[in-house]
């Protein structure tokens, strides 16, 4: 049933980004860039960084940029004085073989907890799974060979069956088997109770609203807090 409540969802950004990836006249002033959740960085080195790594969905396209989810984080952590600093390093259309390539970039801060939301364009995009699966392994492999020290949330994704229902059910399992392998924290669906829902998401019924996202900062902080306790 949840499979056929987001299958709707799905098709709809497949469209999208279909049609993003015909257009070459964008302007640059409305190009996604990885944001900050908070208005500028601080220089307080005393604060570890957790830093997001995704696509539209962490960066919060159509939202203002203290609704989407990972500023909602921050206003958790801070609310209890918790010594960290999220960074937004969302980029709407991202898919696991453009996150590789930028990567080296966005790991040129320290980074205490890395969380990784990669994976549901490939599958949009019927790309090869091993090859989606190799991705989101090496992305994990640099992390860890950046700082072992570097903890990473996976945050897990699905698609609808129209790729037969053996491509949806083992591209589900790429991500408990990457979190098994790397002994990863796991947020096995991201879109838990907001995907397909029409009220949480905005009119391209894409994107969630704000208040998709804070259900979405939900579904994160149930993982990401033990692992900030633990920390």
Known sequence: MRILLIFCYILLN??????????KETPESQKTEPVLNNSEKTNDDTRDVILFFGTSLTAGLGVDLEEAYPALIQQKIDSLQWPYEVVNAGLSGETTASGKSRLD?????????????????????????????????????????????TKIVLLGMEIPPNMG??????????????AQKNELTLLPFLLENVGGIPELNQQDGIHPTAEGQKIMAENVWKVLEPVLIND
Do not use: H, M
Request: hydrophobic share 40%.
């Open 14 to 23: 497949t469209f999208l980004v279909s049609c993003g990836e015909k257009s």
């Open 165 to 178: 229902p053996e491509y949806t059910a083992e591209f589900r399992n790429i991500f408990p088997e990457l």
């Open 105 to 149: 970039w966005v790991l040129n801060q320290e980074v205490a907890i890395f969380v990784l939301e990669l994976g549901a364009n490939d599958g949009l995009r019927g790309v090869n799974l091993n090859e989606t699966k190799n991705n989101l392994q090496s992305i994990i492999d640099q992390v860890k060979n950046k700082n072992d020290e």
